[in-house]
């Protein structure tokens, strides 16, 4: 799930690459700068993803400068350099033309820098910097204005622009979370008009997507009312979006409805790991299909199984890895377990702190309390219980063996597996301080 957001190893070195780039092809004579989200990123100190370099050299002259260029995407203008291990993408300036699969221009010409500021998305991606004139902002959008004043805006008309690649509608929200900016009204309205095409866009982009607003936004939770505002949430995720109405019990959950509650979880997530924010999304999807109120309260029956179902269907749709459908559906169906743990016997205990997904699950559980009730005594017996297993494996190797087990007088087949379970149960429940004590009570239970 790394590649959702390619951060570069060291942001230095990016820098000093596209400094080389640039200044090779300004010794040419050809008018090079940085340009779109880079330079958006330095004018708020923050680091840069990644460094696209615009210039006027037609891309077979780059090319020629840059022996063992990437062309992949030469047809739209674009040569991929590697110096020193870091990758910079050189754009030649150009003009887009004719979008007819709502995300791709059928055709490009090579221009001039104002004519690729236009073809921009927002203003705020569209400035340029030239370093070799003491960074100067060459800016023909207005840009500068608007990331002062902290607004995404389109560049020119918004429903032509959203029209021509569907994509930017996620992008927009994306900008305005991740840099907690505001959202132009004009922009937005362009963005509730087309929201129903939203779906139409690559499952794997709006994938990325998803997980960028989710993992890198200050506030998810926000960005997710957001996406319901704009009304992108019912094409993307109308799981998601039948959360909210979906009362739950007030004693158990004063926050109000599922989709609060989740929102709530979201805004309390620092730095999560794409893993963790889809679980938090998902972890209670199963409650609309699952509300009953005919009985003396609100109940959710079976909904963390429900909702682990659910959450395969989603995250198939969307193109996940299955390594990563197997982690968030474990999270999402086991989240209820932690309502057991003071009932629960050690080796159940460890098993469930054992489990690779384990960090994953208390934090989930961490933050399912934060945003309730806010109590954290199961939270802080798993903690408790996780330190007691620091020094030792949670899972440990088995002390008894098939081997072991035919030895004494078991004939293969199914009941193998029935007695290998059961004493690798009295290992973790350490009942027993070593190998040897484990293997004669277990060879006097067979005897019987
Ligand atoms: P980040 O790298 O943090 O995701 P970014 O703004 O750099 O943000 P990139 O996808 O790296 O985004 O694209 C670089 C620049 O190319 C953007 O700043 C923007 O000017 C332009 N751009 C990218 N995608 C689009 C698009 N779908 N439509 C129009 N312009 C785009
Ligand atoms: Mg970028």
Known sequence: MGN??????????????????????????????????????????????????????????????????????????????????????????????????GRHPDSVTFSDPKT??????????????????????????????????????????????????HLRMLRAVRFTSVLEFQLNTATADAIREQA????DIAAERIRDELTRILTESPRAGDALMLLDELDLL???????????????PPQFHPEGDVFEHTVLMLNEMESPSPRLAWAVLLHDVGKPPTITTDTDRIRFNRHATVGGDMTVEILRRLRFPNDDIDFITACVRGHMRTMDV???????????????TFPVELELHRLDCVGSHGEL?????????????????????????????????????????HWLRKAYEAQLEDRFPERASLRAWLSEQIRG
């Open 234 to 248: 019912e094409p993307l995720l109308p799981e998601i979006s039948a959360m909210r109405g979906t009362l739950q």
């Open 4 to 101: 959702a957001s390619p951060g570069k190893s060291d942001p230095a070195a990016a820098y000093r690459a596209a400094v080389a780039v640039i200044e090779r092809l300004a010794a040419k004579g050809f008018t090079t700068y940085l340009a779109g989200g880079c330079v958006r990123d330095r004018l708020l100190n923050r680091t840069p993803v990644d460094y696209d370099v615009a210039t006027e050299a037609l891309p077979d002259v780059v090319e020629g400068l840059f022996p063992g260029a990437m062309t992949t995407g030469k047809c739209f203008g674009v040569v991929r350099v590697r110096i020193d291990s870091e990758e910079v993408e050189i754009a030649t300036f150009r003009a887009d033309h004719g979008y007819h699969d």
């Open 342 to 356: 003071p009932r629960m016997r050690r080796a159940t205990l460890r098993r469930m702190v054992g489990a690779p």
């Open 377 to 417: 005594d199961n939270y802080d017996r798993l903690v408790a219980f996780q330190e007691e297993m620091a020094n030792e494996p949670a899972l440990p190797p088995a002390w008894i063996s098939g081997g072991d087990i035919l030895d004494m007088g078991i004939q293969e087949g199914p009941q193998i597996g």
């Open 116 to 165: 690729d500021a236009l073809r921009r998305d927002f203003t705020i991606n569209a400035l340029f910097m030239d370093i070799g004139k003491d960074n100067r902002i060459i800016d023909f959008v207005e840009g500068q204005r608007d990331l002062d004043d902290r607004i995404v805006r389109c560049v020119g008309h918004p429903a032509t622009r959203f029209k021509e690649d």
């Open 196 to 199: 129903g095409q939203v779906a």
